[in-house]
């Protein structure tokens, strides 16, 4: 296989962010719960990840054919929404910082 037999379309690139953005919002909502909770490790550690993150629970897939901004906006809502459902601290502010720590 090539190099040129690997390349992306950009659909599949954009899904692919989205993705990451996932996974990244739930690991960056455990660090921040960390600091909170002052433990190097909680209770809750990989349970926070895997049940914030849709793509590790429940394999989501963003919507097909869409544009890069429809897909961000579809994880963001999935993020927040799986943060005021299933998480031990359900804080809109928190689930907002966690949100802005990502973007920097």
């Given at each position: 296989?090539?190099?040129?037999?690997?390349?992306?379309?950009?659909?599949?690139?954009?899904?692919?962010?989205?993705?990451?953005?996932?996974?990244?919002?739930?690991?960056?909502?455990?660090?921040?719960?960390?600091?909170?909770?002052?433990?190097?490790?909680?209770?809750?550690?990989?349970?926070?990840?895997?049940?914030?993150?849709?793509?590790?629970s429940a394999f989501v897939e963003?919507?097909?054919?869409?544009?890069?901004?429809?897909?961000?906006?579809?994880?963001?809502?999935s993020c927040m929404r799986r943060?005021?459902?299933?998480?031990?601290?359900?804080?809109?502010?928190?689930?907002a910082k966690v949100f802005e720590?990502?973007?920097?």
């Amino acid at each position: 296989m090539t190099i040129e037999e690997c390349k992306l379309d950009s659909d599949t690139k954009d899904s692919l962010l989205a993705v990451i953005v996932d996974i990244l919002y739930a690991y960056h909502y455990d660090l921040r719960m960390r600091g909170f909770t002052q433990a190097s490790n909680s209770s809750e550690t990989n349970l926070n990840i895997v049940k914030l993150s849709s793509t590790l629970s429940a394999f989501v897939e963003f919507p097909a054919h869409s544009s890069l901004e429809l897909k961000l906006r579809a994880t963001y809502v999935s993020c927040m929404r799986r943060a005021l459902c299933f998480t031990l601290y359900r804080s809109y502010d928190l689930a907002a910082k966690v949100f802005e720590d990502l973007i920097e």
